[in-house]
């Protein structure tokens, strides 16, 4: 690929997450795998992904060699980086950012991120990056979606192909990778939370003990959610958010 990085597509896969366990490293990294159709794609907390025809599957293989922490930064790299790669294609005033790990076009879930790691000791030595993108139609039979999903092509006339969507997207990871081994991460904390979907309105977040409405006040050094509520700001690592 023009952006120097390596990659295999393959045409069926039941997750590029699988395909990523086996990789052995001897393409080097980062190294990306994309397949025209999965069947069995996962989403965060084990939940099934529906890839619709056309859709865009990867996984990107890092060898960061850093903190749990540092690794997990990532999420927002490759959230910006799909940021930047869809707003080739769809005016960027219709795309926001959902903590932790979504993109949505109008509102409407589009695309999705999941992170898997493996250490050696302190330090992470593998990480995966899946990224499914909804290039075509929104898929069908989404049960209990918190976002409707939508489509690439529910807003463009001519979507591109997982092939060329690879392209861009692989290109725009190498700057903004960059950008985060230069500046740090708070000028990746700065550029996402700029593309927050309702920063500075009431959203709700649910954990595993309680569930917090507050004002969504971005996101701090760490990546976590911010809210501010009647008896403070409150910081939330983990939960999922509704609005």
Not at 2 to 18: K, L, N, V, Y
């Amino acid at each position: 690929m023009q952006s120097g990085a390596f990659a295999t597509i393959t045409e069926r896969a039941g997750s590029t997450m699988d395909l990523a366990r086996c990789y052995d490293g001897a393409q080097g990294f980062p190294y990306w795998i994309m397949a025209l159709l999965q069947t069995d794609a996962r989403g965060r907390q084990g939940k099934s992904w529906l890839s619709a025809h056309g859709s865009f599957s990867a996984t990107l293989i890092l060898q960061p060699n850093c903190t749990p922490a540092k690794a997990a930064q990532h999420s927002f790299v490759a959230a910006i980086t799909l940021f930047r790669t869809l707003a080739e294609f769809v005016d960027s005033s219709k795309l926001s950012q959902k903590w932790p790990n979504d993109v949505l076009i109008n509102g409407g879930k589009v695309a999705g991120i999941l992170l898997e790691s493996s250490a050696t000791g302190v330090n992470v030595d593998r990480l995966s990056v899946g990224i499914g993108v909804n290039l075509g139609l929104a898929p069908k039979g989404v049960l209990g979606a918190r976002f409707r999903p939508v489509g690439l092509s529910d807003f463009v006339r001519t979507p591109p192909t997982p092939e060329e969507f690879l392209e861009a997207l692989a290109a725009h990871f190498v700057v903004v990778e960059e950008k985060l081994v230069t500046k740090g991460f708070s000028e990746i904390r700065e550029e996402w939370n700029g593309q927050a979907a309702r920063l500075g309105k009431i959203i709700t977040a649910r954990t595993n003990q309680a569930e917090i409405r507050g004002i969504f006040d971005g996101i701090d050094e760490d990546g976590s959610l911010l809210l501010l509520t009647p008896s403070g700001k409150i910081v939330i690592p983990a939960a999922d958010i509704y609005f």
